[in-house]
């Protein structure tokens, strides 16, 4: 959603990365240029002068130690990410739990935001945390929107109190009522009511949401909103404030490609914190909002921690520890070994996504690379790898030409496919030899073994490195075709 704020970003950071010493003249261009790439990606008139005059400010009173640096622009960059920090809410904010449960939490917004897939979302997010929720259907007016909370509870194993219809048949002040006194008895920690839209803001729709609000006096009221409806975003969650009020805002789609001037905007217009991001339509892509994350991915920085913490949640513990052991101890990383870092890279979600994460992926190479990635080409290596029995698996150099025949149609895939795979494995193993016979020295510099993953004595010395510097290798000695003179030569 930020790709073109991002680029645009980074073409100004450039021009000002050129300059070796900075004058006032040079801080006001690299505003206005800030300012007109907020502005062309929707962010509200009002916030976009109150960050700029911020910036200016700020760089203008520290200009003469700037200059003392040894990089000023840098000092400037870091000035900015601070301020984008700040207009993004400054720091994560959780929910409130309350001391007697359930902890209500009823969600409000136009029809269209979003809100029966987030209620779903929220609810599979509190319940991985060891939470047992419960969804409640007060929506009664849009057509099959109790169906679809009901099916979305199903997915994710989340109870669902509907004991209206809907389709416009029922009374969702009543059952609002009565799902919090459900989820008392039944011993339900958490309460999400899930309530009737709108197109567009109207008497009705806040009198409706007041009204539940009264009645079942939530814990939290979060405002879902459509990320990509541009400016709109900042006048409709002010209509909501004022009309109904709320404790924290959730952004859908924030995986689209509007400009996503809206959570720029919202958190500074209304004084209330982004707690969560639904970044995908699966139930699994949503999570809380880290400010200073989403800040470090607007200026290019990338979202390293995200990126570890989703890393940390799809592969199992046991298997890399299994792994880790196996390197140190010289056995050679397998194709089974493989397809289980195949299985672990799928659960993380999409490809793109997570390549995106990576600092500077916004340059002009790797955008063009990223664009340009194919998804599904995890799915045909791993039908490739499972189209293989457990010997070749272990073993690739069982391959021969009709086994690869055999797995290239079993997978669905060609020849020269299958050869490519076992090619690029054959060399990452003879990598992870020599990884292990140098100790970590044969890496790129920068780089070495885990801490834990050392060598014992005797693996990787001399005779495993190879010969030292200047020293020239021995040459290997010609033997006969003639077997009788081979014999002859050995014996």
Do not use: W
């Not at 990576?358 to 995890?378: H, I, R, T, Y």
């Not at 990452?428 to 060598?455: E, T, V």
Request: charged content about 25%; glycine content about 10%.
């Amino acid at each position: 959603m930020f790709d073109s704020l991002s680029a645009k970003f980074s073409t100004a950071f450039v021009s000002l990365r050129k300059k070796g010493r900075i004058k006032a003249d040079d801080v006001a261009e690299i505003a206005a240029e800030i300012k007109l790439a907020l502005l062309d990606s929707d962010v509200s008139l009002e916030v976009t002068e109150n960050f700029i005059a911020r910036i200016s400010e700020r760089t203008l009173e520290a200009l003469p130690d700037i200059n003392k640096g040894i990089n000023p622009s840098q000092q400037i960059f870091d000035i900015v990410h601070e301020e984008l920090v700040d207009i993004l809410g400054g720091s994560a904010r959780r929910i409130r739990y309350s001391k007697r449960p359930p902890t209500v939490i009823l969600l409000t917004g136009l029809q269209g935001a979003g809100k029966t897939s987030l209620a779903g979302k929220l609810a599979k997010y509190l319940k991985d945390q060891g939470n047992t929720p419960l969804l409640v259907a007060s929506d009664l007016q849009r057509p099959n929107a109790v169906t679809q909370l009901q099916v979305v509870g199903e997915s994710i194993s989340v109870p669902v109190f509907a004991p209206e219809p809907g389709n416009g048949v029922g009374d969702p002040i009543a059952v609002a009522k009565a799902g919090v006194k459900f989820a008392a008895d039944k011993l339900h920690n958490i309460v999400i009511v899930d309530t009737a839209g709108r197109l567009g803001v109207d008497e009705e729709l806040m009198m409706q949401a007041k009204s539940i609000r009264d009645a079942i006096t939530p814990d939290e009221v979060l405002f879902v909103v459509d990320a990509m409806i541009g400016q709109d975003a900042v006048r409709t969650a002010r209509a909501f404030l004022e009309g109904v009020g709320f404790d924290g805002i959730v952004l859908t789609k924030l995986d689209g490609d509007a400009r996503g001037g809206a959570a720029l905007s919202i958190t500074k217009s209304t004084g209330r914190p982004i707690m969560f991001a639904a970044t995908g339509e699966k139930v699994g892509d949503f999570d809380l909002f880290y400010p200073e994350r989403m800040a470090s991915r607007i200026l290019g920085l990338g979202d390293v921690a995200t990126l570890a913490e989703q890393a940390k949640k799809a592969f199992d513990n046991e298997a890399a520890a299994k792994l880790e052991s196996k390197f140190a101890s010289g056995e050679d990383f397998t194709l089974d070994d493989f397809l289980q870092q195949l299985e672990a890279m799928k659960k993380m979600g999409s490809m793109t996504k997570l390549l995106g994460m990576l600092p500077g992926v916004n340059s002009g190479a790797m955008k063009k690379q990223l664009e340009n990635f194919d998804e599904g080409e995890l799915v045909r290596t791993q039908a490739i790898v499972q189209s293989m029995t457990p010997v070749e698996r272990n073993d690739p150099k069982v391959l021969n030409g009709s086994r690869r025949l055999r797995i290239a149609k079993g997978s669905g895939r060609a020849v020269s496919e299958v050869n490519n795979l076992v090619d690029r494995f054959t060399s990452a193993q003879k990598m992870m030899r020599q990884m292990r016979a140098s100790g970590g020295r044969s890496l790129p510099p920068g780089m070495a073994l885990p801490p834990g993953m050392a060598l014992p004595p005797g693996m990787g010395g001399n005779s495993a490195a190879g010969p030292r510097p200047g020293q020239t290798p021995p040459k290997k000695k010609s033997k006969s075709g003639n077997p009788a003179k081979r014999a002859a030569e050995s014996g």
